[in-house]
């Protein structure tokens, strides 16, 4: 993995159960899991997709694909114990559905940097311009919120390592 490991096994073996969290804290959660979702290989970056699952679903061994919100939804269903991914959409997830997963814990106007610096519009387009890997965008977009404490802070941007 690069600079973060995440427990081994289950990627969820914490001291605290999710329910006992702030929304800061799951959000840092989250954005570990993605991490160690990507890293594993069951998650990958994908630009202008929300989400998107092979043809195939119920095998959660499968590589889901998305943007980074799509990546924010999966890893938040994953640590909330709810269902498997497989099992809550269909093939393919839009905006409203994943606003609709996350808004309890990320406030709207998080997730719309988080897409605008995936993406690489308005203001947060450098964040895109930074990064040629879509899978390396999301992890650095992971880290920001991570070291923030639950904040994405596209002020802040991380660049590629040489």
């Known amino acids: 993995m690069r600079d973060y490991e995440v427990a081994t096994g289950n990627s969820f073996k914490r001291s605290m159960d999710w329910g006992d969290m702030s929304p800061a804290e799951q959000r840092v959660e989250i954005a ?3 991490r ?3 890293a594993r290989k069951k998650f990958s970056g994908q630009y202008m997709t929300y989400t998107q699952r092979p043809a ?6 499968e590589e889901c ?4 919100l799509g990546a924010l939804m999966y890893a938040a269903l994953h640590l909330s114990g709810s269902p498997w991914i497989s099992e809550v959409y269909s093939d393919n997830v839009g905006r409203t559905c994943i606003r609709t997963a996350l808004r309890d814990v990320f ?3 998080q ?3 988080i897409e605008a610096a ?3 519009w308005g203001d947060c387009e450098h964040w895109r311009d930074s990064w040629d890997d879509p899978d390396d965008l999301i992890d650095a977009i992971m880290q920001n919120i991570i070291d ?3 904040t994405f802070r596209p002020d802040i941007v991380y660049q590629r390592k040489s």
């Open 32 to 34: 570990k899991d993605v």
């Open 36 to 38: 160690w979702l990507i």
């Open 56 to 61: 195939v679903r119920h095998h959660p061994e």
């Open 65 to 68: 694909r998305g943007c980074a």
């Open 107 to 109: 406030p709207g106007h």
């Open 111 to 113: 997730l719309g940097r």
């Open 118 to 120: 995936f993406e690489g």
């Open 148 to 150: 923030h404490k639950g």
